[in-house]
């Protein structure tokens, strides 16, 4: 079955840094968009990353822009997303999130917390 198993996530100073990882398995990972989804406590999840399935297209919320990094290694069949400057309200439960166009074929990780606090 398809796995999608998130790693990384911690307790960190505001400034800090933290790289997230999310392994696939069970799936074609070349032919699926892979994005990063966050949640903050009361609040809906919401698009921080996505990477197109060739890695040639990346997008990301205003809120990071500057700060993370999304990117994929096919070979490991990962995708990770760099934090910088990580921020207090960048707290919540990243969700690492594969998606095929066509056929629609899409999954969800277990999430990864993530606290941005001293």
């Known amino acids: 079955q398809v796995q999608l198993v998130e790693s990384g996530g911690g307790l960190v100073q505001p400034g800090g840094s933290l790289r997230l990882s999310c392994t696939a398995s069970?799936?074609?990972?070349?032919?699926?968009?892979m994005s990063w989804y966050r949640q903050a406590p009361g609040k809906e999840r919401e698009l921080v990353a996505r990477?197109?399935?060739?890695?040639?297209?990346?997008t990301y919320a205003d809120s990071v822009k500057g700060r993370f990094s999304i990117s994929r290694d096919s070979a490991w069949n990962t995708v990770y997303l760099q934090m910088n400057s990580l921020k207090p309200e960048d707290t919540g439960v990243y969700y690492c999130?594969?998606?095929?166009?066509?056929?629609?074929?899409?999954?969800w990780g277990q999430g990864t917390q993530v606290t941005v606090s001293s």
């Open positions: 999130y594969a998606l095929q166009n066509w056929p629609k074929s899409d999954y």
């Open positions: 990477i197109s399935n060739t890695g040639g297209s990346t």
């Open positions: 069970g799936l074609i990972f070349s032919m699926y968009d």
